[in-house]
């Protein structure tokens, strides 16, 4: 034989798998190592670029490193009002809802609080938000907060457009305490100009049962606005007196 026989692979031997799927974060993170990533780099740049005001240059290099640390719930935090500065609210909202989530799992409540907070500076449309912080605050023993919380939400979505969910954040705090008379009484009032008067009867004839002094004032007085009979008025004049 004149040529030399193929190299035969010794028996036992192993050889490493280096192949990697293609969607992967190890695949995506190579490909940024490869092509010269250099975290720290890029986050200094990024943070360069915010201060300029360049919020899509930011986004683009923070969205560079998330790529690599899709787990990096601090970073995902920092780029939130960026994403809601850029009119891009639902980006935001996952932001700051998986930072928050991850910080009360860890037992880091009042962080995850501080988290919601700050998100609602820029989203305070949505409920999901406002329901979450409220729910953080009952974690945390402090049920009149949760209250504020929801009432506070509902005076920042004013008007019709948002009348519906305002009802929705004050659902949720029924939910909590079916017996915190702002709570009940402001969904009566909104339920009666969303056109379910009858429910908002109800619910004005629930809260009739167990408020006293100038809370029964007021639930007698709007129900005599809403319906003026002399039984109302009747009604009325006794809570004016101090009477049930």
């Given at each position: 034989?004149t040529?030399?026989e193929?190299?035969?692979?010794r028996?036992?031997?192993?050889?490493?798998?280096?192949h990697?799927?293609a969607?992967s974060?190890?695949?995506?993170?190579?490909a940024f190592?490869?092509?010269?990533?250099?975290?720290?780099r890029?986050?200094?740049?990024?943070?360069r670029?915010?201060?300029?005001?360049?919020r899509?240059?930011?986004l683009?290099l923070?969205g560079?490193?998330?790529a690599a640390?899709?787990?990096?719930r601090e970073l995902?935090?920092?780029?939130?009002?960026?994403?809601?500065?850029?009119?891009?609210?639902e980006e935001a909202w996952?932001a700051?809802?998986r930072?928050?989530?991850d910080l009360a799992?860890?037992?880091?409540?009042?962080?995850a609080?501080?988290v919601?907070r700050?998100?609602?500076?820029?989203?305070?449309?949505?409920p999901l938000l406002w329901?979450?912080l409220a729910d953080?605050?009952v974690a945390?023993?402090?049920?009149?907060?949760?209250f504020?919380?929801?009432l506070e939400?509902c005076?920042r979505?004013?008007?019709?457009?948002?009348r519906?969910?305002?009802?929705r954040?004050?659902?949720?705090?029924?939910r909590?305490?079916?017996?915190?008379?702002?709570?009940?009484?402001?969904?009566a009032?909104?339920?009666a100009?969303?056109?379910?008067?009858?429910r908002?009867?109800?619910?004005l004839?629930?809260?009739?049962?167990?408020t006293?002094?100038?809370?029964?004032?007021?639930v007698?007085?709007?129900q005599l606005?809403r319906?003026?009979?002399?039984a109302a008025?009747?009604?009325w004049?006794?809570?004016?007196a101090g009477w049930r």
């Amino acid at each position: 034989m004149t040529g030399r026989e193929p190299s035969r692979r010794r028996a036992g031997s192993v050889t490493r798998n280096t192949h990697r799927p293609a969607g992967s974060v190890e695949a995506r993170g190579v490909a940024f190592f490869q092509a010269g990533y250099d975290r720290d780099r890029i986050l200094a740049d990024a943070a360069r670029a915010r201060r300029r005001g360049r919020r899509r240059k930011a986004l683009e290099l923070y969205g560079r490193v998330l790529a690599a640390e899709p787990g990096n719930r601090e970073l995902a935090r920092r780029v939130a009002p960026l994403l809601a500065e850029a009119k891009r609210p639902e980006e935001a909202w996952q932001a700051w809802r998986r930072a928050a989530e991850d910080l009360a799992r860890r037992g880091f409540v009042d962080q995850a609080i501080g988290v919601y907070r700050e998100a609602k500076r820029y989203l305070p449309e949505e409920p999901l938000l406002w329901c979450a912080l409220a729910d953080l605050e009952v974690a945390r023993g402090r049920e009149p907060d949760a209250f504020g919380t929801l009432l506070e939400g509902c005076g920042r979505l004013r008007g019709r457009r948002h009348r519906a969910t305002a009802i929705r954040l004050l659902e949720h705090g029924r939910r909590i305490s079916r017996r915190h008379f702002e709570t009940s009484f402001e969904l009566a009032r909104l339920l009666a100009k969303e056109g379910e008067s009858e429910r908002a009867a109800r619910l004005l004839d629930e809260l009739a049962t167990w408020t006293t002094g100038r809370e029964l004032r007021r639930v007698r007085l709007r129900q005599l606005r809403r319906a003026p009979t002399p039984a109302a008025l009747w009604r009325w004049l006794r809570a004016l007196a101090g009477w049930r």
